[in-house]
Nanobody, 123 residues
Framework: VQLQASGGGLVQAGGSLRLSCVTS????????IGWFRQAPGKEREFVGI????????YYADSVKGRFTVSRDNPKNTVYPQMNSLKPDDTAIYYC?????????????????WGQGTQVTVSS
């Protein structure tokens, strides 16, 4: 099982980044894919999730209206789009898979985790 996150980098406040999470080794269509982030010295934080079909999404209040998540099931890939970035968005971003027909923000319920990609927003 692999979840390969990429697309991170350094961006100025107000800018945008499009991450991606390419997966393999499990039945992608049966899994919701969530995104979490962890900043230095802080707890891991839920960011957003897209359900198995792409028809349902849910976001943390801190990113609502700025971040969106979509998925391409034939490509086994999820795409978080991050707009209007703020310095507080600086963190390592992780994608994770949970086998459910619904959605969840509880990291303990997730089955698979990928390595992270660093996002740094300068002021």
């Amino acid at each position: 099982v692999q979840l390969q996150a990429s697309g991170g980098g350094l961006v100025q406040a107000g800018g945008s980044l499009r991450l991606s999470c390419v997966t393999s080794g499990f039945d992608f269509d049966d899994y919701a894919i969530g995104w979490f982030r962890q900043a230095p010295g802080k707890e891991r934080e839920f960011v957003g999730i897209v359900n198995w079909s792409g028809g349902v999404t849910y976001y943390a209040d801190s990113v609502k209206g700025r971040f969106t998540v979509s998925r391409d099931n034939p490509k086994n890939t999820v795409y978080p789009q991050m707009n209007s970035l703020k310095p507080d968005d600086t963190a390592i971003y992780y994608c994770a898979g949970v086998r459910t027909v619904g959605i969840t923000s509880n990291p303990d319920e997730y089955d698979y985790w990928g390595q992270g990609t660093q996002v740094t927003v300068s002021s």
